[in-house]
């Protein structure tokens, strides 16, 4: 399975300060820009990351407005006040991986152009917090089974069947053929440690139903 991940920026995350700058110096929100190449766009399939005492996350997406008839970008909300940490004050979740979907999100992550993630800890008991080794994941070929389809029909078979009008092929011949092969098939199965492909005796001995006559 290919890993489709995106080379992108990820920027180093900004503070937001929240209350009385003067007597609370610990921002509460940090935001976390991730860009991509000028002029291109992703279907995002997937964000993973580790969180470091995070409480909770959005996620901000930058896309291309369907319904503008100019390309038009738009910022959207794709995830509001995701859970990391189940309690802001305990340490559950708060070095643990996590996976954000497609299927997750309140609108279709298509066109996007740059991603926001506002990272929010409103406890004072953890002096930093942020997400590590970010990594994003886009949405794989759409037409790939319609290019596996094609390959394999590419393939044309080694034996063409034979032609019915030149008549049947021998029936005794075609039996014979069939019993060798069942047989083989059968001291194969008995015999399965002992017995190796070419050879048809059977403790020393020759089933005359294994031997054919040119």
């Not at 610990?26 to 190449?37: K, L, M, N, S």
């Not at 994003?136 to 089974?145: A, K, V």
């Not at 393939?155 to 075609?174: A, I, R, S, W």
Request: glycine share 4%; with cysteine; charged share 20%.
């Amino acid at each position: 399975m290919s890993d489709n991940t995106v080379t992108c920026t990820v920027k180093t995350p900004v503070a937001l300060q929240i209350g009385d700058v003067k007597t609370d110096s610990r921002p509460g929100i940090y935001v976390i820009d991730i860009t991509f190449p000028p002029g291109q766009t992703i279907n995002i399939q997937e964000i993973s990351f580790k969180n470091y005492y995070t409480a909770f996350l959005m996620v901000r997406l930058l896309r291309r407005d369907p319904k503008s008839s100019e390309n038009a970008v738009k910022w959207v909300t794709g995830l509001q006040k995701y859970h990391l940490m189940p309690k802001p004050h305990a340490e559950g979740g708060s070095q643990d991986y996590f996976s954000i979907y497609r299927q997750q999100m309140l609108v279709e992550p298509d066109d996007v152009t740059s991603i926001r993630l506002i990272l929010r800890q409103p406890s004072s008991v953890w002096l930093n917090f942020t997400l590590e080794d970010i990594k994003i994941r886009e949405c794989g070929n759409e037409d790939s089974e319609k290019n596996l389809s094609s390959w394999f029909s590419s393939f044309t078979p080694v034996e063409q069947p034979p032609d019915l009008k030149e008549g049947l092929p021998d029936p005794q011949q075609v039996s014979s053929s069939i019993q060798q092969m069942w047989a083989l098939t059968e001291v194969m199965q008995t015999n399965q440690s002992a017995a190796r492909i070419g050879r048809f005796d059977v403790d020393g001995c020759y089933d005359i139903n294994l031997l054919s006559y040119t």
